[in-house]
């Protein structure tokens, strides 16, 4: 599980990156609103994934804090490149009765 989401967090990051580097400038600068669409589709789809597997983790692998935590890197950016690296240590595992 924590393979998945490391995954679609690492996606989520490029893509929101992608998005405000790349895209909105040629949207701006360029005049080309046309990739803001595709890479914002893109981002918004991998933020719903991202968002639910923590949903689905929580309880199952790991506790609330890890999904208050996702939730705001997921909205910050560069975030979920940070949150990946706590999820991996172990920081937001269910203790084992």
Do not use: C
């Amino acid at each position: 599980m924590k393979r998945l989401v490391s995954f679609v967090s690492y996606l989520e990051g490029i893509s929101a990156l992608l998005l405000f580097a790349v895209a909105m400038p040629v949207k701006y600068i360029g005049g080309e609103p046309a990739l803001v669409s595709v890479v914002g589709a893109i981002h918004g789809a991998l933020f719903v994934a991202f968002v639910s597997l923590l949903f689905y983790g929580v309880g199952r692998h790991w506790n609330m804090t890890a999904l208050l935590h996702g939730f705001v890197a997921a909205i910050v950016p560069a975030g979920p490149f940070l949150f990946d690296g706590m999820l991996v240590s172990g920081e937001y595992d269910l203790s084992e009765p």
